[in-house]
């Protein structure tokens, strides 16, 4: 099940998505899935059909709950992954993928833990797009979440010598979010490891613009370290703007 950018539901046996039936599933669907474990049946009905008299609310949540039933578990018994009644939760198991779900844990996993800096680099930027007000909170909370981690994984990349793989994760915590200070400070030390100048001043001026757009400036410590990293004492930054993903080659 795919949350991620885009909401999909697949079978292991047929990688076509599924057929939603009504448009509301697929709302029902992202509103489950940000609760992990389960939501009251008469909270999900009022996030779907706010306006709707009780009745008609009524009616029209149980036949959209009937069609995410279908979609979810076509071939299987009815309620292999979805429970129903007055509590409804996504059955969580080894037939049930969620990737919001492996996404969490991931970003839950302490900074350093192997293979976690890898995995946080292919996760996708952002939760499908959705109007439900709770599913656009989380949306707003995994999209600085996972910059954050990147950034403390470069960091950590860096600390322990391995520059390299500090720089990939810095340059897509930059792409994620441009005006992340902690992922420009560590690109801009390992452009300067690498003695590239005109790249150290390229992650400033794209910081700097970034920051900008915001109404803010770079923290002290940030124009600090790029003065102490060979920088203009006034900040001044020449040259074109580049992407981060190669800004520091």
């Known amino acids: 099940m795919q949350v991620l950018e885009r909401l999909a539901v697949t079978r292991s046996d047929d990688p076509r998505p599924r057929d939603w039936g009504r448009a509301k599933a697929r709302d029902l669907l992202a509103l489950l899935s940000v609760h992990e474990e389960g939501l009251a049946r008469d909270s999900a009905q009022e996030a779907l059909f706010p306006e709707a ?68 680099i292919w996760l996708p930027g952002q939760l499908a797009d959705t109007e439900l007000a709770t599913v656009q909170q989380e949306a707003e909370r ?43 400070r560590v690109l801009m030390r390992v452009c300067h490891l690498r003695g590239g100048a005109s790249a150290l001043q390229r992650v400033y001026g794209n910081l700097r613009t970034a920051l900008s757009e915001l109404g803010l400036e770079p923290l002290p410590e940030t124009a600090a370290l790029y003065r102490a990293l060979g920088g203009t004492r006034d900040g001044r930054v020449t040259g074109l703007s580049r992407p981060a993903s190669r800004l520091c080659p």
């Open 53 to 120: 008299d009780p009745g008609v609310g009524e009616r029209n949540f149980r036949v959209t709950l009937h069609a995410l039933g279908q979609v979810l578990e076509e071939g299987a018994p009815s309620g292999a992954f979805l429970e129903r009644g007055e509590w409804l939760r996504l059955r969580k198991g080894p037939d049930l993928h969620i990737d919001l779900h492996a996404a969490r844990a991931l970003l839950s996993q302490p900074t350093g833990t192997p293979g976690r800096l890898e995995a946080l």
């Open 142 to 184: 995994y999209a600085a979440r996972l910059p954050e981690a990147l950034g403390a994984e470069a960091t950590h990349a860096l600390e322990q010598g391995q520059p390299d793989r500090a720089a990939r994760a810095a340059e897509r915590a930059l792409n994620l979010d441009p005006a992340h200070e902690p992922a420009a």
